[in-house]
């Protein structure tokens, strides 16, 4: 039986608002602490799926938090704490209005444009004559605008600075950091047999300073190929063994899904919804070298409305 947490309803001594994204639900107390449960929904092209994922919600914050931790040296982070396997509170912080999409290879969206022809993604340059999951000389920037509803666009450094979005300066603080952080995980990443191949950071600002906000690393945002074979699937022109969300997507394009108007998401069965929660699994285990050990899956909301209540009332 599917147990998965696809929603939760929490009222809080101090809350502010509430924030339901597709994937967390987000509480604001007192517009001084952010409480995000990290819910077993799982989307692809911008749509949410209509079945949940169970453990997906605690692989990711348990993920996003160990990788918040490790990369806090380089940028300071929102995280305060994790009272609860699917829950983290921290700083409440003004984000900036894109997300920094950062990639070592192509491949996914990236390698769709550059397969219909396309050589210039978000104003950057990519060189002809690659192949699908090549690794690019450098990583590149591709950021793209962050949409409340439907699609996020892609959008250039020269956009962003020309409408407004973000300073000149801050910008290039944002790059640094998008950088630095990517460096961090692929070294991480490489020590455990895998390669961190792209991923995006979502930045904002508390007291006029620079956060790194939201999740990290985790298989919602980035994406890994196995490091063992690579170059041989690459030579052979075959399909890199992964572990992050692309097979969904992957799975959802062969039944004729991509989020376009008027196409309808196609019937997930309880095999393939025990099949994803096993491969969020197994990459929790791949990336963080840690085993995973399943949180409890009777009366979840209680528990996780519980341990969040215990945590403010001694903040």
């Not at 169970?54 to 990788?67: M, R």
């Not at 070294?187 to 191949?197: F, Q, R, W």
């Not at 490091?227 to 997507?249: P, T």
Request: hydrophobic share 35%.
């Amino acid at each position: 039986m599917n147990k998965a947490i696809v929603a939760t309803n929490f009222t809080f001594p101090g809350l502010k608002s509430t924030y339901i994204g597709k994937v967390r639900d987000v509480y604001n107390i007192n517009n001084e602490y952010l409480v995000m449960v990290v819910s077993d929904r799982i989307s692809a092209f911008d749509v949410v799926l209509p079945k949940g994922i169970p453990y997906k919600g605690q692989v990711l914050n348990q993920i996003a938090s160990k990788f918040l931790d490790a990369t806090a040296d380089i940028v300071p982070n929102w995280k305060i704490a994790t009272p609860d396997p699917m829950v983290t509170v921290g700083h409440l912080c003004d984000p900036y209005k894109v997300e920094m999409v950062i990639r070592g290879y192509l491949t996914g969206h990236a390698w769709r444009e550059y397969n219909s022809g396309k050589r210039t993604l978000c104003g950057i340059q990519m060189p002809d004559g690659m192949k699908e999951n090549e690794r690019f000389p450098e990583p590149i920037i591709t950021p793209t605008t962050k949409a409340m509803e439907g699609h996020d666009e892609d959008i250039s450094r020269e956009e962003i600075i020309s409408e407004g979005l973000v300073s000149a300066e801050e910008y290039a603080k944002l790059e640094h950091f998008t950088r630095a952080i990517f460096q961090r995980g692929t070294e991480i990443a490489a020590k455990m047999g895998l390669i961190l191949v792209d991923t995006k950071y979502e930045f904002g600002k508390k007291d006029g300073v620079i956060y790194l906000i939201d999740e990290i690393h985790t298989p919602d945002s980035s994406r890994y190929f196995y490091a063992e074979g690579y170059e041989e699937r690459l030579a052979r022109g075959e399909n890199q063994k992964q572990l992050s969300k692309e097979f969904v997507r992957q799975w959802l394009i062969e039944n004729n899904f991509q989020g376009k108007e008027g196409q309808q998401v196609p019937f997930m069965s309880d095999e393939f919804v025990d099949q994803i929660s096993e491969r969020y699994i197994e990459l929790f285990e791949h990336i963080t070298g840690d085993s995973f050990v399943k949180a409890g899956l009777e009366d979840v909301n209680e528990r996780i409305y519980k341990n969040i209540s215990t945590f403010l009332s001694k903040s």
